[in-house]
């Protein structure tokens, strides 16, 4: 009989097995835009009033209730289970498009503390890249333009990310986590680049994405 009891107290005060951290998403995605096919900026900061699927599986429209009135902006976050604020949540959030031939849009999006929560750059720019610097790195993929006999490749490059002593390579293909200090990040992005004859859309360019990741 003791026996028996010694071995249903050891049962009960067992640890249990520790719960495994959530997988890093095998494709993660972030995309700005604006409700006002006019405007060229929005800045909100206020409570996020609420989050209303679009047609697209992973779109919201965005609605922040700030000092003046509710501001409005479209956001994709994929898997949408990444998407780091609710209703009810306090955000100050930045939305530019480019004046460029080629339309692009950048967001930035904070909590109540500072602390980034999404930064979608469509641009390429990394001045809202929480202070990390985004150069373009080497080439992955060639591919000739099958349109043309002449020599038109348009190149895929990786994405090389720093700051301060942390460095890190983001490939083309897939998510990857970035870890600095408390900070969390996944973050996807390209760059493009063309040697030989150019297509009239032919731009050398990048972009990426970074959404803070709390599992």
Known sequence: ?????LAAVAAVCAPSPARAAPAVPSVCGAMVYLTDAKATALHAAGKVKSI???MEPTFYKIVVADG?????FMLSVNPVQALPFKVGDPIDASVRKNRGRHRFFDG???DASGNVLIVASESGADDWA???KVTTGKV???EQD??????SVRRTHELDF??????VTVSPAGCTLIKDGADQYLVSGAGHSWVGQRPPDGVDHRRFMMVRWSP
């Open 130 to 132: 929480d202070g990390w």
């Open 146 to 151: 099958p349109s043309t006999k002449q020599r």
């Open 140 to 142: 992955v993929q060639s």
């Open 1 to 5: 009989m003791q026996r028996l009891c």
């Open 162 to 167: 720093a700051r301060g002593s942390t460095r």
């Open 68 to 72: 003046k009135g509710d501001r409005a």
């Open 52 to 54: 209303t699927p679009d």
């Open 108 to 110: 930035l999006i904070r």
